[in-house]
C-alpha cells in the first residue's frame, strides 16, 4: 500500500502539479568525496524518480530510506565528468561547473530558535536567508558554497515570548529540515551545483542524521545514521581547488589533543596539494576569529582547531573561508599564513557587533594585522580575474557592502564608498 507523507511546510509544495513532479520535494546537485558530483532529489514516492542526463534517460538510486522523523525517500545519481544537461522528473537541475568564474558564499542560514528566545521565522525581513538565498542566486554563481549551520530551530518555538515563529517544526526531522533549508534555499539549489560544509549544528547530537541523510558528501549508512565527521575531500574546477577539511566536531573553548592531532594529519595532506594547485580551504569553525561573548569577552573560535592549525596550517592557501561566527570577518595576521574570510551572516541571529577595523586585536595566539567586521545580513561572492580573485559582500537587498582583494597578495577587504 502507497505510503502517505507527515504534513510538510505548504511552501514546499505550492506551485507543484499533482503528477510525478508533485513527488520531487527538492532536487540539487553537489560535490562529494572523491572530488565528484552527484544529482540528489527528497521523494515522497515509494520509488526513486528518472533522471536524465544529455537526454538520456538514468534511474537514480536510493540514497536513504524512509525512517523515524524522515518519512521522504532521498535518492541520487552519480554524475560522470562532462554532464552538462541534467533533470530530475522533468526538471532541469544544475550541472557540475567546467568554468568557474563566480562563487557565491553562504553560512549560518537557520532560523534560531531556542527555549527561552527565537527570530521571528515567519518574518522575511527578520529571518531573511529567503531574500539571502534569492539575491545570491541572482548573481548567476557557477558555484555556491555553504560553510555550515543549516538547521536552528533545534527546540519548540517559546510562542509567549516570540509568536512569529508559532507552528514551527523543530528538532531533527524533514519538516524541520524543509523549514530552515530546502524551501528558502531552493533558487540556489536550481542556480549552480554546491559544495556543503558541516556545521556544528549538524553533529550527531543536534541535526546530524538530517544532514547525513541529504547533504553529506560521502555515502550514507543506514547502520551508522550519523558518523562523528565528514571526511576530507578536494574539489577541482577548472585548474582552482576547494579542500573541504570538517571542524564541526572539535570543542571551542579547550584543547582535545587526539582531535587536534587527527586535524594537523589531515592539514598536512592538504599542505602537500595545495603545493601543486591553488587551493581555498573551507571550513565550518575558522581557527582563528573573533566575536564578543558575555561581559564583552572577546574570544576565538575552536581552541582544538587553532592547535592544530598552528604549526600546520598550509602558507600555501589561497585563502581559508569558513562561517560560525554570524557575522562577516575578514582577517590577515601578523605572522603571515593564508587570510581567513568568515561568512556566517546568512541569516541566523547575529552576534554582537565589534568595531568595524579589528586591525591589531587578538584572535586567540594570533594578533590581527588587517581585518574588517561588518555587522549585516548578506553572503560574499568571489570572482575570477586574470591575476586571481576579488570579493563583494553584499547585503540581503544585493548592495555592495565591501570589496575585497582576495588573491593574489594578502587579503584585504575595503567598506564600499
Not at 551545483?193 to 547533504?215: D, F, K, P, T
Not at 603571515?336 to 546568512?346: A, I, R, Y
Not at 567586521?373 to 580573485?389: C, K, S
Amino acid at each position: 500500500m502507497r505510503w502517505m507523507m507527515p504534513a510538510v511546510p505548504a511552501a514546499l509544495l505550492v506551485g507543484l502539479a499533482t503528477s510525478a513532479q508533485a513527488e520531487v520535494l527538492a532536487r540539487w546537485t553537489q560535490y562529494v568525496a572523491g572530488g565528484g558530483a552527484e544529482a540528489r532529489a527528497v521523494v515522497t514516492d515509494p520509488a526513486c524518480p528518472e533522471a536524465t542526463v544529455e537526454g538520456v534517460a538514468i534511474a537514480m538510486t536510493e540514497r536513504a530510506a524512509p525512517a523515524d522523523g524522515f518519512p521522504e525517500r532521498v535518492c541520487a545519481l552519480a554524475l560522470a565528468d562532462g554532464a552538462t544537461a541534467v533533470a530530475i522528473a522533468g526538471v532541469a537541475v544544475p550541472a557540475p561547473a567546467k568554468r568557474l568564474g563566480r562563487v557565491g558564499i553562504v553560512g549560518d542560514t537557520g532560523c534560531r530558535v531556542l527555549p527561552n528566545w527565537a527570530q521571528d521565522c515567519d518574518d522575511p525581513t527578520k529571518w531573511v536567508f529567503a531574500t539571502v538565498a534569492a539575491a545570491a542566486a541572482a548573481t548567476k554563481p557557477d558555484l555556491i558554497i555553504h560553510v555550515g549551520d543549516y538547521i536552528y530551530r533545534e527546540k519548540p518555538c517559546p510562542t509567549l515570548i516570540q509568536p512569529g515563529c508559532a507552528g514551527t517544526p523543530s528538532g531533527d526531522n524533514f519538516p524541520t529540515w524543509a523549514a530552515d533549508f530546502f524551501t528558502p534555499a531552493a533558487p540556489l539549489l536550481a542556480a549552480a551545483a554546491m559544495i556543503v560544509v558541516r556545521g556544528n549544528h549538524e553533529i550527531c547530537s543536534r541535526a546530524g542524521v538530517g544532514y547525513s541523510r541529504h547533504l553529506s558528501p560521502d555515502a550514507y549508512d543506514p547502520a551508522m545514521p550519523c558518523p562523528q565527521r565528514d571526511p576530507t575531500y578536494t574539489v577541482a574546477i577548472e585548474g582552482q581547488s576547494f579542500a573541504v577539511l570538517d571542524t564541526s566536531f572539535p570543542p571551542d573553548p579547550r584543547v582535545d589533543p587526539a582531535m587536534a592531532a587527527i586535524l594537523r594529519q589531515e592539514l598536512e595532506a592538504i599542505a602537500a596539494a595545495a603545493a601543486t594547485a591553488p587551493t581555498m580551504l573551507l571550513t565550518h569553525k575558522p581557527a582563528w576569529a573573533i566575536t564578543r561573548g558575555a561581559h564583552d569577552h572577546i574570544y576565538g573560535s575552536s581552541q582544538t582547531y587553532a592547535a592544530a592549525a598552528c604549526d600546520s596550517l598550509p602558507r600555501a592557501l589561497q585563502v581559508a573561508i569558513s562561517g560560525h561566527i554570524h557575522l562577516f570577518e575578514s582577517l590577515t595576521f601578523t605572522n603571515g599564513g593564508p587570510g581567513q574570510l568568515v561568512v556566517g551572516n546568512s541569516g541566523t541571529m547575529l552576534e554582537r557587533p565589534l568595531p568595524r577595523d579589528l586591525s591589531g586585536m587578538q584572535a586567540a595566539d594570533r594578533t590581527i594585522a588587517d581585518g574588517l567586521e561588518i555587522h549585516d545580513f548578506g553572503f560574499m561572492v568571489l570572482d575570477r580575474t586574470p591575476a586571481g580573485w576579488t570579493g563583494r559582500v553584499l547585503d540581503e537587498t544585493s548592495e555592495t557592502l565591501a570589496t575585497c582583494a582576495v588573491v593574489p597578495g594578502p587579503l584585504a577587504c575595503r567598506l564600499a564608498p
